[in-house]
């Protein structure tokens, strides 16, 4: 029988307050330092990529290709059918962050920010295209981009690096902040392909933050802004990828051949993350959720647009909101097999994660909690009409 979250919140010591960062790192595996006992908030993920639509996957009915661990995701939790974001990427990240889809008031704090408060480890990953610094905006580590150029850069000679502990100074430990460069010993780049690499530090990520009595079962959260499968140059079909494989005897145009080569190796990726949670036993606490954070451009070769249905391109003659896909799990808590006719947004991920993290409810956000939803409650309070 499931027990009353608000009643266990009750019944434990309140979250105390802390915006200090621990020791984890994206890439290597240090030990933090203790903290105060805490109760065993679950671990929140959330992973959006750029220019992904519902018809990419193939549980949303994308019968070229086969998106099997999504598929995994999608049977073992619930399915939205009607969720959309921003004009893009980043208006898209903007209403994750402040539960707005107009413009957060100066200083007002934003999810991750919230999160640090209620007595997460915070993470980001992948793309931060929003104004100022992240790590100065409620991340205790970062890891890739600051703008939509480098972005789209498939095979990057550096990323940029927040980490809390990053530098070794007279035997003390003091944060890097700067570029971090990929090349190898031989100085070679070739082998570090973007998606694998964001794939790669999502995995090591959940591995160093890993809930235990170590850190006193510190949950994090972890924002992943995957810039894929978006082309390389904006406007043109261009999807580079180390191997056409599986599709290399397909009778398609190479750039389709690529892009499903390229929504192939993020649902493998997936699949690796699947394996990592299992392996450090957190798969029973951790919500994932997983999306698209705009529509993709028109493929400007008409022989491409097989792939998608018309409808799911970012146009002018369509302009937002464009479905995305949305799936989420969380084993114990989401029922599995569930799909969810309701109109939802980004707005209300800030709220479903506050409520999740049983932190206290903010009047100010525009989104609804969606956590009566996931858990399989037909009485939500979501209008049935409702429209962004």
């Known amino acids: 029988m499931k027990l009353n979250r608000r009643f266990l919140l009750s019944a434990t010591l309140a979250v105390v307050a802390t915006a200090h960062a621990d020791l984890a790192s994206l890439f290597t595996n240090v030990q933090n330092n203790a903290r105060a006992s805490k109760p065993r908030l679950p671990s929140i993920i959330f992973i959006q990529c750029h220019d992904l639509a519902p018809g990419d996957l193939s549980c949303y009915g994308q019968t070229n290709f086969q998106t099997p661990n999504l598929d995994r995701l999608a049977a073992s939790g619930i399915r939205f059918t009607h969720y959309t974001g921003g004009t893009d990427s980043a208006a898209t990240t903007a209403q994750l962050l402040t539960g707005k889809t107009s413009a957060a008031a100066p200083g007002e704090p934003n999810l991750a920010q919230r999160l640090q408060l209620n007595g997460y480890h915070t993470g980001l990953i992948g793309e931060w295209s929003l104004a100022g610094q992240p790590w100065r905006l409620g991340f205790d580590e970062f890891a890739g981009f600051l703008d939509d150029a480098e972005g789209r850069n498939y095979y990057p000679e550096s990323i940029w690096r927040y980490d809390p502990v990053g530098v070794i100074t007279n035997g003390r430990a003091e944060p890097f902040i700067g570029k971090r460069s990929l090349f190898d010993a ?25 809930p235990d009595h170590s850190n006193h079962y510190k949950p994090f959260f972890l924002l992943v802004d995957f810039p894929a499968p978006r082309t390389a140059v904006a ?48 798969t029973n606490n951790v919500a994932i959720f997983f999306a698209g954070s705009c529509a993709p451009e028109k493929f400007a070769d008409t022989n491409l647009n097989f792939l998608l249905p018309a409808a ?9 909101p464009h479905p995305l896909p949305l799936l989420a799990i969380w084993p114990g808590w989401i029922p599995p097999g569930q799909v969810c006719p309701l109109t939802v947004s980004a707005v209300d991920f800030a709220p479903t994660a506050l409520d999740i993290a049983w932190a206290r409810p903010v009047k100010e956000l525009e989104g609804i909690s969606l956590l009566p939803v996931l858990e399989g409650n037909k009485g939500t309070n979501i209008p049935a009409d409702r429209v962004f």
Not at 265 to 279: H, P, S, T, V
Request: charged fraction near 25%.
């Open 235 to 282: 406007g043109a079909d261009v999807f580079p990828v180390p191997s056409d494989a599986p599709f290399t005897e397909e009778a398609w145009p190479q750039a389709a051949k690529n892009r499903a080569a390229l929504i192939t190796r993020i649902d493998d990726g997936i699949g690796r993350l699947f394996e990592q949670l299992a392996k450090s036993r957190q």
């Open 312 to 320: 799911q391109f970012r146009s002018v003659k369509t302009p937002a």
């Open 186 to 210: 031989q100085g070679n780049v070739g082998g570090r392909f973007l998606p694998d690499l964001v794939s790669k530090m999502v995995v090591n990520f959940v591995k160093n933050n890993v």
